[in-house]
């Protein structure tokens, strides 16, 4: 693609970096054979080719945004498919990023969106307000359908339970078992810590039972990827900066081998740190922390891991952010696979279920005609269980199934001996007790 920006614009280093972004794109739409969006709204602008002319129009102006780019970007939901299908190798992820962060600074959004967006960035990332929303919310639920459609979805949003506080989330080690095999810090997560406290727990068990000493970092909070894709970009890095320097103090002092992540799209993020720091004095610590960032699956694969679960028939959901954005495909399935589960695929793997983050908050109606395609092939494979790599996914699907949705470490815990997880009670044969954890430090 030809572009046209000027030497002064090409100096700055984003402008420059999107340059060499735009320039890659020869036009050949096999992006939009992969796009949900535009499989669902069958708009040319609603596919990642169309908003890349978007884009390109927008940067090169130097203008502020204008209300028919924004509604387009708005609608992308970051799932990255395209880059998985894209042959010329064009980085849409950092193309979208800038995009969203320059109408972030100059479009003024409507009264309510900013007051949502607002909203969003100061709850979600911040587990202790998160918690008062959820339960908020459920009082709030008998009213949704009076609500603005991006209100009654936030509020139809919260589970029916809110789980209590776990200590385990606090910062502490948690020593391996037998003789050390790794040290690890574990990113606890932000949303995940209010919705699902059980994701944490099995995944401390698991490692720790494989020879992993855990650490809980001391000062480490959100990764920063829910301001990050709203544009947000002085939340967003001072989130991830206080992530880089709490892992960094747990490296230099007692050593880490890796930061796991439970959560796929924060997982993203986090193996990003090194371009979103780039050119500040963070360079060099941020590019060090994105090398040490693991998914817990690929981990666990590095370690090796044999299990006797029930027989169960299992359809693993792959995250985009896992399977596009970290391009972490084969480790998940060969893992569930070892540990004794039955495992299937649905058609059209590779597409979103439309969580995407707040995506289905800010874009419900989109967001729901996602899940149900995606519900209608994960069901057709007949499972007992739903498998995924990541909160968001997890409360998009439960919310539009009985099929009981799980987290692919809580199975894996499971398997070589930790309780049965919530929800699969009837087919815990084995009645495996509870891993006790002793915290030390």
Not at 162 to 180: I, K, N
Not at 221 to 230: F, K, Y
Not at 351 to 356: K, R, V
Request: net charge positive; charged share 20%.
């Amino acid at each position: 693609m030809q572009t046209s920006f000027t030497e002064t614009q090409l100096a700055d280093p984003a402008i420059a970096r999107s340059n060499r972004i735009l320039r890659s794109c020869v036009h050949c739409g096999f992006c939009t054979a992969t796009c949900p969006t535009y499989q669902v709204l069958g708009d040319e602008l609603d596919s990642p080719r169309g908003r890349i002319y978007l884009i390109k129009d927008m940067l090169e102006s130097g203008r502020p945004a204008d209300e028919k780019t924004v509604k387009h970007i708005d609608r992308c939901l970051s799932c990255l498919a395209c880059m998985t299908t894209c042959p010329s190798g064009v980085h849409y992820m950092h193309l979208v990023d800038h995009a969203r962060e320059h109408i972030e600074k100059t479009y003024r959004r409507p009264f309510m969106d900013r007051a949502i967006r607002w909203t969003l960035a100061k709850v979600l990332p911040y587990p202790g307000r998160f918690r008062l929303a959820l339960l908020g919310a459920k009082l709030a639920r008998p009213f949704a359908g009076l609500l603005p459609e991006t209100l009654g979805a936030m509020v139809r949003f919260a589970p029916a339970r809110v789980p209590p506080v776990s200590r385990l989330d606090d910062p502490q080690v948690f020593p391996a078992e037998g003789p050390r095999r790794a040290r690890v810090a574990l990113l606890t997560g932000c949303a995940q810590r209010a919705l699902d406290t059980g994701i944490n727990t099995a995944t401390i068990r698991l490692l720790t039972r494989l020879g992993v000493e855990v650490v809980i970092a001391r000062g480490m909070g959100c990764c920063g990827a829910l301001t990050h894709h709203m544009g947000k970009t002085d939340d967003s890095h001072a989130q991830a900066a206080r992530n880089i320097r709490a892992w960094m103090a747990e490296k230099r002092g007692a050593g880490l081998d890796a930061v796991v992540i439970n959560t796929s799209g924060c997982g993203t993020t986090v193996k990003d740190y090194g371009h979103m720091f780039a050119g500040s004095d963070l360079a060099a610590d941020a590019a060090e922390v994105a090398a040490l960032a693991r998914d817990v699956t690929e981990l666990v694969a590095q370690l090796g891991l044999e299990g006797q679960a029930p027989r169960l028939r299992v359809a693993y959901h792959a995250a985009c952010s896992l399977q596009h954005g970290q391009k972490v495909t084969a480790a998940p399935k060969a893992l569930l696979k070892a540990a004794g589960f039955e495992v299937v695929e649905p058609a059209d793997a590779h597409l979103c279920c439309g969580s995407a983050g707040t995506y289905n908050l800010m874009q419900p109606k989109i967001s729901a005609e996602l899940k149900a395609r995606k519900l209608a092939t994960l069901e057709a494979t007949g499972p007992q269980v739903i498998a995924a790599g990541n909160i968001g996914c997890m409360m998009q699907l439960r919310s539009g199934t009985g099929i009981p949705v799980v987290h692919t470490a809580e199975l894996l815990d499971w398997a070589t001996g930790g309780p049965c997880p919530n929800g699969l009670e009837a087919f815990d044969t084995a009645a495996a007790a509870a891993h006790q954890m002793r915290p030390v430090g």
